[in-house]
């Protein structure tokens, strides 16, 4: 069951305590090289975790969800070759990846260093002969003055003049709400084709969500997918 622990805040789920942990758990129980493959791979698995969590309406998911748009966009590269990302988006899938492979690497030293703590000490630390002290008080110091002091070194203190912007995440459509207007449109408008949603749906993330809605209805039968060409407009009916 997933927990939040109330000490730190951290994100537990099932045993993970952020975003990168569960997205490198999923890469290696298949066997994979940290990749855009790999990556693309183990999106819709990550995708479930992530619906798991809002769905019990855990706090503090903000972070899944903003690494589960990344790998959205990802995945739809790997399946349209031909669509084109901004430079921003370009560097949000590079950094995915090298954020990933530091993790890995951080939490592989700290397993090692996990093993070692609480061993015995092979060698003890050298002498070392007393120092004098740099600092002596005088009979006028006690802790009333310094006190006083560091109060006044805190109330001197420069004013951060502008206030930190705050960080807002915008929410996205999720696949179950575009597969469900997708139905109702095709219900309405019997036959249209997915450059429509784009023209529509200017914002990228919104448009994979609809490229992968209407993949999951033809799979399930409930649409009838056409394209005359490899890079041709898909048509829905």
Known sequence: MDTVSASDFAIKTEGFEGPLELLIELVEKRKLLINNISLAAVTDEYM???QAMQEQSLPHTAQFVALAATLLLIKSKSLLPALDLSSEEEATIEDLGERLKLYQIYRDIGLQ???QFGQSVLYAAEYQPPREPL???DEFCST???HEAMRSVITNLPQEKEPKQKVTVKPTISLEEMMDSLQKRIQRQFRFSFFDIKNEEPE??????GF???LELFKQGDI????EGRYANIHVE
């Open 113 to 115: 260093i996990q093993k």
């Open 212 to 214: 992968l809605a209407i």
């Open 224 to 227: 009838l997918v056409t394209q």
């Open 204 to 209: 990228h993330k919104t448009v994979i969500v």
């Open 144 to 146: 009333t003055t310094l």
């Open 48 to 50: 479930s975790r992530v």
């Open 135 to 137: 600092f002596v008080t």
